[in-house]
Protein backbone atom coordinates (compact mmCIF):
# COMPACT_ATOMS: atom_id res chain seq x y z
CA UNK A 1 0.00 0.00 0.00
CA UNK A 2 1.09 3.67 -1.25
CA UNK A 3 0.86 6.35 1.62
CA UNK A 4 -0.08 9.48 0.63
CA UNK A 5 -0.02 12.86 2.51
CA UNK A 6 -2.25 15.87 0.70
CA UNK A 7 -1.28 19.15 1.51
CA UNK A 8 -3.88 21.60 -0.16
CA UNK A 9 -5.61 24.97 1.01
CA UNK A 10 -9.07 24.65 -0.36
CA UNK A 11 -10.71 22.36 2.14
CA UNK A 12 -13.31 21.17 -0.96
CA UNK A 13 -9.98 20.70 -2.94
CA UNK A 14 -8.32 18.66 -0.27
CA UNK A 15 -11.67 15.84 0.05
CA UNK A 16 -12.15 15.56 -3.19
CA UNK A 17 -8.88 14.50 -4.06
CA UNK A 18 -8.85 12.56 -0.87
CA UNK A 19 -12.44 10.34 -2.30
CA UNK A 20 -10.91 9.56 -5.50
CA UNK A 21 -7.62 8.13 -4.41
CA UNK A 22 -9.25 6.16 -1.93
CA UNK A 23 -10.64 4.43 -4.33
CA UNK A 24 -7.75 3.16 -6.03
CA UNK A 25 -6.79 -0.24 -4.00
CA UNK A 26 -3.20 0.44 -3.50
CA UNK A 27 -3.23 3.70 -2.65
CA UNK A 28 -4.73 5.21 1.27
CA UNK A 29 -3.97 8.82 2.00
CA UNK A 30 -2.61 9.01 5.58
CA UNK A 31 -2.94 12.51 6.25
CA UNK A 32 -4.37 15.66 4.98
CA UNK A 33 -2.82 19.32 5.48
CA UNK A 34 -4.14 22.55 4.90
CA UNK A 35 -0.94 24.43 4.58
CA UNK A 36 3.24 23.21 4.16
CA UNK A 37 4.12 23.68 7.62
CA UNK A 38 1.51 21.21 9.53
CA UNK A 39 2.29 18.79 5.88
CA UNK A 40 6.01 19.05 6.98
CA UNK A 41 5.68 18.91 11.02
CA UNK A 42 3.31 15.37 9.53
CA UNK A 43 5.62 13.63 7.80
CA UNK A 44 7.72 11.98 9.72
CA UNK A 45 4.68 10.40 12.08
CA UNK A 46 3.03 9.32 8.54
CA UNK A 47 5.79 7.14 7.61
CA UNK A 48 3.99 9.18 3.80
CA UNK A 49 6.14 7.48 0.74
CA UNK A 50 4.31 10.37 -1.22
CA UNK A 51 3.35 14.02 -0.95
CA UNK A 52 0.93 15.12 -3.10
CA UNK A 53 1.34 19.26 -2.97
CA UNK A 54 -0.49 22.21 -4.10
CA UNK A 55 2.05 25.33 -4.69
CA UNK A 56 0.23 28.52 -3.36
CA UNK A 57 -0.52 27.70 0.68
CA UNK A 58 -0.58 30.01 3.79
CA UNK A 59 2.41 29.64 6.23
CA UNK A 60 4.51 27.01 3.49
CA UNK A 61 4.32 27.02 -0.22
CA UNK A 62 4.63 23.82 -1.49
CA UNK A 63 7.63 24.72 -3.30
CA UNK A 64 9.01 25.57 0.19
CA UNK A 65 8.03 22.60 1.73
CA UNK A 66 9.44 20.58 -0.95
CA UNK A 67 12.87 22.49 -0.87
CA UNK A 68 12.72 21.50 3.23
CA UNK A 69 12.22 17.40 2.62
CA UNK A 70 14.72 17.70 0.16
CA UNK A 71 17.19 19.42 2.57
CA UNK A 72 16.11 17.55 5.44
CA UNK A 73 17.15 14.14 3.28
CA UNK A 74 13.52 13.37 4.08
CA UNK A 75 12.51 10.06 2.07
CA UNK A 76 9.19 11.09 1.05
CA UNK A 77 8.84 12.02 -2.91
CA UNK A 78 7.09 15.13 -3.85
CA UNK A 79 4.71 15.60 -6.70
CA UNK A 80 3.39 19.28 -7.16
CA UNK A 81 -0.85 19.16 -8.14
CA UNK A 82 -1.30 22.55 -9.37
CA UNK A 83 -3.75 24.71 -11.52
CA UNK A 84 -0.22 26.95 -12.82
CA UNK A 85 1.07 26.19 -15.87
CA UNK A 86 3.88 28.41 -15.13
CA UNK A 87 7.68 27.21 -16.65
CA UNK A 88 9.01 29.12 -13.35
CA UNK A 89 7.50 27.26 -11.23
CA UNK A 90 8.42 23.87 -12.51
CA UNK A 91 11.81 25.06 -12.75
CA UNK A 92 11.93 25.92 -9.02
CA UNK A 93 10.12 22.72 -8.50
CA UNK A 94 12.50 20.67 -10.30
CA UNK A 95 15.36 21.85 -8.07
CA UNK A 96 13.58 21.50 -4.91
CA UNK A 97 13.38 18.00 -5.70
CA UNK A 98 9.77 17.49 -6.66
CA UNK A 99 9.43 14.11 -9.05
CA UNK A 100 5.92 14.93 -10.07
CA UNK A 101 4.07 18.26 -11.61
CA UNK A 102 0.34 18.03 -12.62
CA UNK A 103 -2.31 20.41 -12.99
CA UNK A 104 -5.64 19.90 -11.60
CA UNK A 105 -7.50 19.94 -14.95
CA UNK A 106 -5.83 16.57 -15.74
CA UNK A 107 -7.67 13.75 -15.50
CA UNK A 108 -7.69 11.99 -11.97
CA UNK A 109 -6.60 8.52 -13.22
CA UNK A 110 -3.69 10.48 -14.17
CA UNK A 111 -2.41 11.41 -10.58
CA UNK A 112 -2.84 7.78 -9.19
CA UNK A 113 -0.60 6.75 -11.93
CA UNK A 114 1.76 9.55 -10.99
CA UNK A 115 1.89 8.49 -7.63
CA UNK A 116 2.97 5.01 -8.59
CA UNK A 117 5.44 5.91 -10.78
CA UNK A 118 6.89 8.35 -8.35
CA UNK A 119 6.96 5.23 -5.82
CA UNK A 120 8.75 3.19 -8.13
CA UNK A 121 11.90 5.98 -8.60
CA UNK A 122 10.14 7.16 -11.61
CA UNK A 123 9.22 11.28 -12.86
CA UNK A 124 5.82 12.65 -14.02
CA UNK A 125 5.95 15.45 -15.65
CA UNK A 126 3.73 16.87 -17.73
CA UNK A 127 5.75 17.30 -21.35
CA UNK A 128 4.66 20.39 -22.32
CA UNK A 129 5.49 22.48 -19.40
CA UNK A 130 8.82 20.66 -19.26
CA UNK A 131 9.99 21.64 -22.89
CA UNK A 132 8.40 25.33 -21.65
CA UNK A 133 10.63 25.30 -18.21
CA UNK A 134 13.76 24.90 -20.01
CA UNK A 135 13.31 27.51 -22.71
CA UNK A 136 12.62 30.36 -20.52
CA UNK A 137 15.45 31.21 -18.27
CA UNK A 138 14.87 33.19 -14.49
CA UNK A 139 16.81 35.94 -15.62
CA UNK A 140 16.25 37.11 -11.01
CA UNK A 141 19.05 36.43 -8.51
CA UNK A 142 17.75 35.15 -4.95
CA UNK A 143 18.29 38.66 -3.20
CA UNK A 144 16.28 40.14 -6.38
CA UNK A 145 13.43 37.95 -6.14
CA UNK A 146 13.28 38.72 -2.01
CA UNK A 147 13.44 42.05 -2.77
CA UNK A 148 10.70 41.63 -5.55
CA UNK A 149 8.56 39.94 -3.06
CA UNK A 150 9.21 42.59 -0.82
CA UNK A 151 7.99 45.07 -2.79
CA UNK A 152 5.10 43.36 -4.15
CA UNK A 153 3.44 43.62 -1.10
CA UNK A 154 3.74 47.00 -0.84
CA UNK A 155 7.31 47.76 1.37
CA UNK A 156 9.21 50.45 1.00
CA UNK A 157 13.12 50.46 0.09
CA UNK A 158 13.84 51.38 3.75
CA UNK A 159 11.40 48.91 4.94
CA UNK A 160 12.64 46.09 2.56
CA UNK A 161 16.44 47.35 3.95
CA UNK A 162 14.99 46.58 7.35
CA UNK A 163 13.47 43.39 6.62
CA UNK A 164 16.83 41.91 4.48
CA UNK A 165 19.27 43.72 7.01
CA UNK A 166 20.36 45.55 3.73
CA UNK A 167 20.98 49.16 3.09
CA UNK A 168 18.27 51.33 0.96
CA UNK A 169 20.81 52.28 -1.37
CA UNK A 170 21.39 48.90 -2.11
CA UNK A 171 17.78 47.58 -2.04
CA UNK A 172 17.24 50.39 -4.81
CA UNK A 173 20.16 48.78 -6.46
CA UNK A 174 18.17 45.59 -6.60
CA UNK A 175 15.11 46.85 -7.62
CA UNK A 176 16.40 48.82 -10.31
CA UNK A 177 18.42 45.50 -11.94
CA UNK A 178 14.92 43.63 -11.56
CA UNK A 179 13.01 45.87 -13.15
CA UNK A 180 15.73 46.52 -15.86
CA UNK A 181 16.02 43.04 -16.21
CA UNK A 182 12.40 42.40 -16.74
CA UNK A 183 11.94 45.74 -19.35
CA UNK A 184 9.37 47.34 -16.97
CA UNK A 185 8.85 50.57 -15.36
CA UNK A 186 8.30 50.21 -12.12
CA UNK A 187 8.69 47.76 -9.24
CA UNK A 188 5.15 47.00 -8.71
CA UNK A 189 4.87 46.03 -12.64
CA UNK A 190 7.83 44.07 -12.11
CA UNK A 191 7.18 42.40 -9.23
CA UNK A 192 3.55 41.41 -11.09
CA UNK A 193 5.48 39.86 -13.94
CA UNK A 194 7.77 37.79 -12.29
CA UNK A 195 4.90 35.89 -10.20
CA UNK A 196 3.03 35.47 -13.34
CA UNK A 197 6.14 33.75 -14.67
CA UNK A 198 6.50 31.67 -11.73
CA UNK A 199 10.15 33.54 -10.80
CA UNK A 200 9.06 34.44 -7.04
Do not use: H
Not at 63 to 85: C, E, H, M, N, S
Not at 182 to 188: A, G, Q, T, V
Amino acid sequence: MIKVMLAEDQSMVLGAIAALLDLEDDLTVVARCSNGSEALNKLAESGTDILVSDIEMPIMSGLDLAQAIKDQGLATRVIILTTFARPGYLRRALDAGVRGYLLKDAPSERLAQAIRTVFKGGKAIDPELALNAWTEENPLTDREREVLRNAEKGATAREIAEDLNLSPGTVRNYLSEAIGKLDCSNRIEAARLARQKGWL
